[in-house]
């Protein structure tokens, strides 16, 4: 995991694991209902070619800040696997190629508890310089692999969210070496957690414009 960059005990990106469903609003993305079927070598974090899942932003102009990511567990694990070693990609997508915006890796030790188990949520949140901004009806990525034991990613167990598929890339085990996708043509359960950007209000338009002006005048 050589070149990640890495989070500190303090700093923005924080690892957390939860037994119960994100709470959601209107511009987040997300599958929750997850059964236990797992496909070998598509739906595990020590894949070659880790699992993922694209989803598109929604449109109004808007952009969008991205502050959690989540995959959830299909029950299937190496035991109770830890916090060390996760490495997280977010990238943008045209067709089947992945053009990647931020890699997120985690170190062996963080602060707080952690006790992931093979059917929790595994959460990514950022925040603060961390914080990604997404642009509106664009198609974007995310996936996830860990380096020391496995982790079973579910398949939701629906598939009908309509905004993305479950894929992985062709990257080696344990790495992100890849930029190409094959999708799978189902969902993972996922969640996505989307906040837009507000846009400056014309009172605020207004009175750059004055400034702007008085600026002139006294020029």
């Known amino acids: 995991m050589a070149g990640l960059p890495l989070a500190r005990s303090g700093a923005a990106v924080i690892l957390d694991d939860s037994s119960v469903d994100p709470v959601t609003d209107a511009y987040d993305h997300y599958q929750f209902t997850a059964n236990s079927t797992v496909n070998n ?6 894949n070659s070619g880790p699992p993922g899942q694209t989803f598109t932003t929604p449109g109004g102009g808007a952009n969008y800040t991205l502050t959690v990511i989540g ?11 830890g916090q060390s070693g996760w490495a997280f990609r977010i990238s943008s997508v045209s067709g089947s190629t992945l053009t990647p915006i931020s890699t997120f890796g985690i170190p062996t030790s963080l602060p707080g508890n ?23 009806s664009t198609t974007y990525a995310i996936e996830a692999f860990s380096d020391s034991r496995w982790w079973g990613f579910g398949e939701a167990a629906d598939g009908n969210y309509a905004g993305g598929s479950a894929f992985n890339s062709n990257s080696g085990q344990r790495s992100f070496s890849g930029t190409s996708i094959s999708l799978r043509g189902r969902d993972r359960a996922f969640f996505v957690d989307l906040t837009p950007v507000p846009e400056p209000s014309a009172a605020m338009l207004g009175w750059a414009a004055l400034g702007i002006g008085a600026l002139r005048r006294r020029r």
């Open 41 to 46: 070598g598509q739906d595990y974090s020590d």
């Open 71 to 81: 995959f959830k567990g299909s029950g299937q694990a190496d035991g109770s696997i």
């Open 114 to 136: 952690f006790g992931l188990s093979s059917s929790n949520w595994l959460l990514l949140s950022l925040t603060d310089s961390d914080f990604l901004s997404l642009l509106p």
